[in-house]
């Protein structure tokens, strides 16, 4: 408990050091000082009060200290996280219930209760939108919105390095290290250890022709439709350009086409109203996880895609968020998911047994979004047959080629303006070569700043976090100006820095062996991206140079021609990233018919 404590607590106090370095005034010092106090006060709340939920600290989105409502008759593996955590949380049900309704207005989104002073410092975008607060940062004044965007552009970094340190602490199962059998054998002939693009497409193709001997005859009319739908997309009207979409980003644009198409027309998807919040049915829309919560309420709300009779569904889907099971069943400091298992467990069996269809397919026809980095954990057993779109896709964690989907892991900050700062410079004004900050998770940002930081190249800007004295440059500007913005894994394959850099209209250089790219299905990374192999970090900065000017050129204008799969509307629009997922989603569901 004191380990905890201490360790929370550290962290915190390095928290407040970067807001000195990022703030150096004299209004700085007052915000630190009432800092200061906050934390006195935290402390002091601390012994009085219940004990502080550790993890949840670390949490960019984490508005519920406390876990929310959880209903004990239904779900007996909520029992497991101790009684005083179902006391705390009679109070804030209400408000929980009522976020569905509020939609995208951003302090209910995530039951934000300003009134909570714990809270309230447990995140810094929390914090900043404080107008209290805000008055008391250097240089902003809570009228301009522009001061305050800035300071939560400089936020980003600190919440990722925070998160990460959660994900480290309890990242203690090897076993996920397994790869499967396919996989292996294809690392064998590859002989580098690594899956390469062109590889992953290779064990795609591999997946679609096995499953073309299950064309056995099949009854059901939704059978049928997926079996009709298949032999569409395989035999296409040739397409050679599209007014909306770029042929170069498709691998077949032909067959994305008719298989976009037919999904508009056709998909029917059953929402599963079964579960209780917080871990069921409530969506996330802030922070680095945003995109399972996204997509989570866009789907329900869709008029098109959901259906109510699940015997018109071509999908079923589990409205879970792997965001808040971990803030509501993770026990700081157990370094078990354990019981985060037995909950998806225990909604799986209520499920099966109250309807036929998970029994039917063995789950095969159901799905699950999860953006959160151990989702592919906590499904990998008692969902294996599900297709899981997960952000954390690592071949070596087991993402199966051809059922399970990349989902992208995008950057919410404002969910009221998913659209914020979107955009970057001319090819002209990019004057960075290279550019990348973040903190030194993992083994290979170490690596990636022992070879290229300390400003030894000027051309290559590589920091472990934004430099104070470069002033006004901001993580997002950086980003605006680089003509490479670099990506490299951390703990997990996965980065936010991706999407971020399609967003920026950065070129990406992708340092993440074994990752599978969002999309990657329909899309055609080495297009608009650079992929380099983590043991070829020495030579980053001669990979990048030796791309031609003409290529770099192409390459940023195929990122700007993409960069409309990889965004969220409050309204979805076609060919946006909720369309792109469930288009994977589908198209996987219609290969494995
Ligand atoms: C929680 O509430 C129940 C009944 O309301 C009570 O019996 C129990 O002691 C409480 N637990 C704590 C830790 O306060
Ligand atoms: C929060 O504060 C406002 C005004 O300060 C008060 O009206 C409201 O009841 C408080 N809410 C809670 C949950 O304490
Ligand atoms: C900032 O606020 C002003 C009005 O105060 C508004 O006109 C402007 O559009 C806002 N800028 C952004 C980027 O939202
Ligand atoms: C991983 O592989 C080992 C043996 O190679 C096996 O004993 C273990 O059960 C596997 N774990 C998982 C999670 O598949
Ligand atoms: C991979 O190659 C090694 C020898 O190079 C062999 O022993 C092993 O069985 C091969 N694995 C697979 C899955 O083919
Ligand atoms: C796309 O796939 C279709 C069907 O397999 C094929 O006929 C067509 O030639 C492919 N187009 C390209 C550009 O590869
Ligand atoms: C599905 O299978 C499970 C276990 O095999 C069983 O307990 C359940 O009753 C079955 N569901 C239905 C609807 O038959």
Known sequence: M????????????????NLVAKFRSQKAMKLLRFAGLVFIFITTFQFVNIRYYGGDIFSLSSQDKFPVSIDVSTEPVSTLSGPERLNSSSSRSVEVDEEESTGLKEDHVIGFDKNDTVQGHDSFVEDVKDKETLDLLPGTKSSSNESYEKIVEDA????????????LESKSDPSVDN???????????????????????????????????????????????LLYARTQIENPPLIENDPLLHTPLYWNLSMFKRSYELMEKKLKVYVYREGKRPVLHKPVLKGIYASEGWFMKQLKSSRTFVTKDPRKAHLFYLPFSSKMLEETLYVPGSHSDKNLIQFLKNYLDMISSKYSFWNKTGGSDHFLVACHDWAPSETRQYMAKCIRALCNSDVSEGFVFGKDVALPETTILVP??????????????????????????????????????????????????????????????????????????????????????????????????????????????????????????????????????????????????????????????????????????????????
């Open 416 to 593: 009221r303006r998913p659209l914020r700062a979107l955009g970057g410079k001319p090819v002209s004004q990019r004057q960075i070569l290279a550019f990348f900050a973040g903190g030194m998770h993992g083994y290979l940002r170490p690596l990636l700043l022992q070879n290229w930081g300390g400003n030894r190249d000027p051309d290559m800007k590589i920091f472990s976090e934004i430099p104070k004295s470069k002033g006004k440059k901001s993580y997002m500007e950086y980003m605006k100006s680089s003509k490479y913005c670099i990506c490299p894994k951390g703990h997990e394959v996965n980065s936010p820095r991706v999407v971020e850099a399609l967003f920026y209209e950065c070129v990406p250089v992708i340092i993440s062996d074994n990752f599978v790219p969002p999309f990657f299905e329909v899309l055609n990374w080495e297009s608009f991206a650079v992929f380099v192999l983590e043991k070829d970090i020495p030579d980053l900065k001669n990979i990048l140079v030796s791309i031609t000017e003409e290529r770099y050129r192409e390459m940023q204008m195929r990122v700007k021609m993409v960069q409309k799969h990889f965004l969220w509307h409050s309204k979805p629009e076609r060919f946006d990233i909720f369309h792109m997922i469930l288009h994977s989603i589908w198209y996987n569901r219609v290969f494995q018919i």
């Open 179 to 225: 790869l499967s059998s396919e996989v292996k054998k294809f690392m064998n002939v590859s002989n580098s250890g690594v899956v390469s693009i062109t590889e992953m497409m290779n064990l795609l193709h591999q997946s679609r022709t096995s499953h073309v001997s299950l064309k056995v005859k099949r009854s059901s009319t939704i059978d049928h439709e």
């Open 2 to 17: 004191l380990n905890l404590w201490l360790r929370e607590h550290l962290v915190y106090v390095c928290h407040q050091q």
């Open 156 to 167: 980003d970094i600190a919440f990722e390095n925070i998160r990460k340190m959660e994900i």
